[in-house]
């Protein structure tokens, strides 16, 4: 029997470019006569016409296949949603916007047939993005880098193809904060790069703001790393030792000299330098309380609403 390659989508709001992502999707795969394909979309809660659309593709090829979530869960969960009820031995991801060409495609599968089982791209270019937000790209990369005690892959996204192990490894990690690139580099197993220039939304808008990148680089931080834990007690040390020292200077001034009820400003600025610090360390502990309460709830990551114009019942199995 031929192999089965699943061509996983992740869709939000996405109706101007659902039917072009189809079409240049399936004229890539209808060259490779080697394999069967499944089309399939996962509809991360979309306010406009892209389930409608996807339900249109069902209807013309069977070979479209989709997950309709309950809400908006985000990219993330809908990602593991995706591989959750994939079929196929391999699971190429893929963005609906065609930033990342399908054209890539027959060659990602030539290395998974010779032993990978990730083949991710990298890109070289980043058409269609701003200065500012290559910059903060790169130096995310760089503090994630030395933060953790993983290899975290630089310039590269999603677009990748995961052997069925690989997604099955995936498919075991069920943490509500997820940030998936790491996943990628944590579960190891063998890794292959493919370079290419990532083009500019072929249609739509991006749906990534600052807030949502900001939010995202705190996750892949936060998820692999303890560095800003270990980064706040550094810094509450050293700010103490200052403070011990101006203190027993200000005591020994005060024995051996005396002193008026002077130095106002210089008390007020130690006061709030210290303050400020504390609550920094306040804030990055928080972030990871905030991770353990939200893990020890032990909600499902995703609800779904419907797979394949069947009702899904809360209480489902998936693959």
Request: net charge neutral.
């Amino acid at each position: 029997m031929s192999k089965v390659i699943t061509i996983l989508a992740p869709a939000y709001n996405e109706e101007e470019v659902i039917d072009a992502f189809y079409e240049r999707v399936v004229n890539v795969c209808n060259h490779i006569h080697e394999y069967n394909f499944e089309f399939l979309f996962v509809n991360d809660g979309s306010k406009d016409r892209t389930i409608d659309l996807i339900k249109s593709l069902r209807d013309q090829d069977k070979r479209v296949s989709f997950v309709d979530l309950s809400r908006n869960f985000g990219k993330e969960t809908a990602m593991i949603a995706g591989l959750d009820y994939a079929i196929g031995d391999a699971v190429i991801i893929i963005d609906v916007d065609l930033q990342d060409p399908p054209e890539l495609i027959p060659q990602m599968i030539d290395y998974w047939e010779q032993g990978y089982d990730d083949v991710y791209a990298k890109r070289k270019s980043r058409a269609g993005e701003t200065w500012i937000k290559k910059w903060t790209s790169a130096t995310f990369y760089k503090i994630l880098q030395k933060t953790t005690r993983i290899p975290i892959q630089k310039d590269t996204g999603d677009f990748r193809l995961l052997d069925r192990r690989s997604v099955n490894a995936l498919m075991e990690m069920r943490e509500t904060q997820r940030y998936t690139k790491g996943l990628f580099s944590w579960i190891g197993y063998n890794k292959k790069e493919i370079l290419y220039d990532r083009d500019p939304r072929v249609a739509g808008t991006t749906k990534w703001n600052y807030y949502k990148l900001i939010d995202l680089a705190i996750e892949g931080i936060t998820s692999f790393s303890t560095a800003p834990l270990r980064f706040s007690a550094f810094v509450g040390i050293v700010i103490s030792v200052f403070a011990f020292i101006y203190m027993f200077i200000i005591i020994g001034k005060t024995i051996l000299f005396g002193e008026s009820v002077i130095g106002y400003p210089s008390l007020m600025s130690v006061i709030l330098f210290i303050g400020g610090i504390q609550l920094l360390s306040l804030g990055i502990i928080g972030e990871y309380l905030g991770r353990i309460f939200n893990e020890t709830k032990n909600r499902p990551l995703y609800l779904v609403n419907e797979y394949n114009d069947d009702r899904v019942m809360v209480k489902h199995e998936v693959k």
